[in-house]
Nanobody
Framework: QVQLVESGGGLVQAGGSLRLSCAVSGRTFSTYAMNWFRQVPGKERDFVAAISGSGGSTSYAASVKGRFTISRDNAKKTVYLQMNSLKPEDTAVYYC???????????WGQGTQVTVSS
Protein backbone atom coordinates (compact mmCIF):
# COMPACT_ATOMS: atom_id res chain seq x y z
CA GLN A 1 0.00 0.00 0.00
CA VAL A 2 1.22 3.49 -0.81
CA GLN A 3 0.18 6.85 0.57
CA LEU A 4 0.03 10.00 -1.54
CA VAL A 5 0.28 13.66 -0.49
CA GLU A 6 -0.32 16.41 -3.05
CA SER A 7 0.96 19.97 -2.78
CA GLY A 8 1.41 23.03 -4.95
CA GLY A 9 -2.14 24.13 -5.56
CA GLY A 10 -3.25 27.73 -5.24
CA LEU A 11 -4.73 30.76 -6.93
CA VAL A 12 -3.31 31.93 -10.22
CA GLN A 13 -4.41 34.28 -12.98
CA ALA A 14 -5.39 32.96 -16.39
CA GLY A 15 -2.30 32.38 -18.49
CA GLY A 16 -0.18 31.62 -15.44
CA SER A 17 1.53 28.44 -14.32
CA LEU A 18 1.54 26.10 -11.34
CA ARG A 19 3.42 22.93 -10.56
CA LEU A 20 1.71 20.27 -8.50
CA SER A 21 3.68 17.63 -6.62
CA CYS A 22 2.59 14.28 -5.28
CA ALA A 23 4.89 12.67 -2.75
CA VAL A 24 4.51 8.92 -2.41
CA SER A 25 5.44 6.72 0.52
CA GLY A 26 6.18 3.05 0.02
CA ARG A 27 9.04 0.97 -1.28
CA THR A 28 7.62 0.07 -4.69
CA PHE A 29 6.97 3.50 -6.20
CA SER A 30 8.58 2.66 -9.55
CA THR A 31 6.12 -0.20 -10.10
CA TYR A 32 3.17 2.16 -10.04
CA ALA A 33 1.88 4.11 -12.99
CA MET A 34 0.81 7.49 -11.68
CA ASN A 35 -2.20 9.51 -12.73
CA TRP A 36 -3.55 12.99 -12.13
CA PHE A 37 -7.32 13.56 -12.03
CA ARG A 38 -9.39 16.63 -11.32
CA GLN A 39 -12.87 17.25 -10.02
CA VAL A 40 -15.22 20.21 -9.76
CA PRO A 41 -18.19 20.19 -7.36
CA GLY A 42 -21.14 18.23 -8.68
CA LYS A 43 -19.18 16.55 -11.47
CA GLU A 44 -17.29 13.33 -11.93
CA ARG A 45 -13.59 13.06 -11.35
CA ASP A 46 -11.90 13.43 -14.74
CA PHE A 47 -8.63 12.02 -16.01
CA VAL A 48 -5.91 14.61 -16.65
CA ALA A 49 -2.60 12.83 -17.24
CA ALA A 50 -0.76 9.56 -16.71
CA ILE A 51 2.84 8.40 -16.61
CA SER A 52 4.26 4.89 -16.62
CA GLY A 53 6.40 3.50 -13.83
CA SER A 54 9.62 4.18 -15.71
CA GLY A 55 8.46 7.58 -16.87
CA GLY A 56 8.92 6.57 -20.49
CA SER A 57 5.27 6.77 -21.46
CA THR A 58 2.78 9.57 -20.85
CA SER A 59 -0.76 10.36 -21.88
CA TYR A 60 -3.01 13.39 -21.52
CA ALA A 61 -6.62 14.43 -21.72
CA ALA A 62 -7.32 16.38 -24.87
CA SER A 63 -8.26 19.45 -22.83
CA VAL A 64 -4.77 19.77 -21.32
CA LYS A 65 -2.51 18.35 -24.03
CA GLY A 66 0.19 20.82 -24.97
CA ARG A 67 -0.29 22.84 -21.77
CA PHE A 68 0.32 20.31 -18.98
CA THR A 69 3.32 18.03 -18.50
CA ILE A 70 3.45 15.04 -16.18
CA SER A 71 6.81 13.80 -14.93
CA ARG A 72 8.21 11.73 -12.11
CA ASP A 73 11.39 11.36 -10.09
CA ASN A 74 11.58 7.79 -8.87
CA ALA A 75 14.53 8.55 -6.60
CA LYS A 76 12.44 11.18 -4.80
CA LYS A 77 9.23 9.12 -5.07
CA THR A 78 7.44 12.14 -6.44
CA VAL A 79 5.25 12.80 -9.45
CA TYR A 80 4.71 16.28 -10.84
CA LEU A 81 2.16 18.07 -12.95
CA GLN A 82 3.47 21.23 -14.60
CA MET A 83 0.51 23.32 -15.68
CA ASN A 84 1.07 26.19 -18.09
CA SER A 85 -1.27 28.57 -19.89
CA LEU A 86 -3.89 27.94 -17.25
CA LYS A 87 -7.51 28.72 -18.01
CA PRO A 88 -10.45 29.37 -15.66
CA GLU A 89 -11.91 26.03 -16.73
CA ASP A 90 -8.87 24.32 -15.20
CA THR A 91 -10.19 25.29 -11.78
CA ALA A 92 -10.73 22.10 -9.80
CA VAL A 93 -9.43 19.94 -7.00
CA TYR A 94 -6.54 17.94 -8.41
CA TYR A 95 -5.85 14.42 -7.18
CA CYS A 96 -2.97 12.09 -7.82
CA UNK A 97 -3.55 8.34 -7.95
CA UNK A 98 -1.32 5.29 -8.00
CA UNK A 99 -2.17 2.41 -10.30
CA UNK A 100 -0.76 -1.02 -9.54
CA UNK A 101 0.69 -3.23 -12.31
CA UNK A 102 -2.77 -4.73 -12.81
CA UNK A 103 -4.24 -1.32 -13.61
CA UNK A 104 -6.30 -0.88 -10.47
CA UNK A 105 -6.04 2.36 -8.54
CA UNK A 106 -4.38 1.47 -5.27
CA UNK A 107 -4.47 4.84 -3.56
CA TRP A 108 -5.61 8.44 -3.91
CA GLY A 109 -4.15 11.60 -2.50
CA GLN A 110 -6.22 14.03 -0.48
CA GLY A 111 -6.43 16.57 -3.31
CA THR A 112 -5.14 20.09 -3.81
CA GLN A 113 -7.24 23.05 -4.93
CA VAL A 114 -6.29 24.92 -8.11
CA THR A 115 -8.18 28.13 -8.83
CA VAL A 116 -7.62 30.09 -12.03
CA SER A 117 -9.05 33.59 -12.10
CA SER A 118 -10.03 35.33 -15.32
Amino acid sequence: QVQLVESGGGLVQAGGSLRLSCAVSGRTFSTYAMNWFRQVPGKERDFVAAISGSGGSTSYAASVKGRFTISRDNAKKTVYLQMNSLKPEDTAVYYCAARDPGGAIDAWGQGTQVTVSS
